[in-house]
C-alpha cells in the first residue's frame, strides 16, 4: 500500500505542477496583460526603449539595474551548485537509516531516485540561472547603443532585439527560480508522498496569486472607464 502512494501521488503532484505551468505559458501568450509576466515583460521594452534613447544620461543606470540582475542570477547559481554537491554527498552516504516519519518506499533504490531528482533540479536551476548571466552579460553592452547609430551600425541590431535579450534574461531567471520551488515537494518526497503532493497542491495555489495580475486588472479597467468618461465629456466618438 505504501509503495502504490508512490506510483499514485507522486506523478499525480507533479502533473498538477506541469498543468498550471502550461496554463500559465497560455495566459502569456494569448492574454499578457492579465499576468505579471507577461506585464513585465511589456515594461521591459518600454525601459530598454527609455534607455537606448540617451545612452549618455541613462547609461550608467541601465548597466547599473543589468549588473543588480546579473549579481541575482550568479547568487542562486551559486546556491544551486553548492546543494548539488551536498545532495551527491547524501547519496553517496549510505549509512544513512530511513527516517520513523517516513511513509511510503523505504527502499535503498527509493531513496536514490528521490535525492537524484533533487540534483537534477538543482543542475536544471543551475543551468537556468547561467543562461540568464549570458543574456543580462550581452544586453549591458548592447543597451549603451545609441538608436540613432543602429541602422548605420548593424541593420540586424533593432531596439527590440536588445529587449528581447533582456526579457530572455528574465526568462531564464524566472525558470530558475521555480526550479527551486519545485525542490521544496521533492524534498518532502524523502518523508513521503503525501506530503509531497500536498506541497504541490500548495505551490499552485502560491504561483496563482504571484502569476495573476489581479490588481493590474482592476487599475485597467478603471483607466478604460476614465478615459471612456472623459471623452463622453467632451464629445468625442
Not at 35 to 55: H, K, L, S, Y
Not at 152 to 178: D, I, K, Q, T
Request: hydrophobic letters at 50%.
Amino acid at each position: 500500500m505504501r509503495v502504490v502512494l508512490d506510483w499514485v501521488l507522486v506523478p499525480l503532484g507533479l502533473v498538477v505542477m506541469l498543468a498550471y505551468q502550461a496554463w500559465l505559458l497560455y495566459k502569456i501568450r494569448t492574454q499578457p496583460t492579465k499576468t505579471v509576466i507577461g506585464i513585465n515583460t511589456i515594461n521591459r521594452r518600454v525601459w530598454v526603449q527609455a534607455m537606448m534613447e540617451d545612452p549618455s544620461k541613462n547609461g550608467v543606470l541601465a548597466v547599473q539595474t543589468l549588473r543588480n540582475n546579473i549579481m541575482a542570477s550568479t547568487l542562486l547559481a551559486s546556491t544551486a551548485i553548492m546543494l548539488s554537491s551536498l545532495i551527491a554527498v547524501l547519496m553517496t552516504n549510505r549509512g544513512a537509516q530511513p527516517s520513523v516519519l517516513l511513509y511510503g518506499d523505504k527502499t535503498q533504490l527509493g531513496f536514490s531516485i528521490k535525492f537524484f531528482s533533487i540534483l537534477v533540479c538543482f543542475l536544471v536551476a543551475f543551468l537556468f540561472n547561467v543562461q540568464s548571466i549570458r543574456y543580462y552579460s550581452h544586453a549591458s553592452i548592447l543597451i549603451n547603443v545609441p538608436v540613432k547609430k543602429i541602422p548605420l551600425m548593424s541593420p540586424n541590431l533593432s531596439v527590440e532585439y536588445v529587449g528581447r535579450a533582456v526579457n530572455r534574461g528574465s526568462y531564464f531567471w524566472s525558470l530558475g527560480l521555480r526550479a527551486f520551488y519545485l525542490s521544496f515537494p521533492l524534498f518532502l518526497w524523502i518523508f513521503g508522498p503525501i506530503p509531497m503532493f500536498v506541497c504541490c497542491v500548495a505551490l499552485v495555489c502560491l504561483f496563482y496569486f504571484l502569476d495573476v495580475a489581479f490588481q493590474c486588472n482592476v487599475s485597467i479597467v478603471s483607466e478604460e472607464h476614465k478615459i471612456s468618461d472623459e471623452e463622453e465629456r467632451s464629445g468625442l466618438p
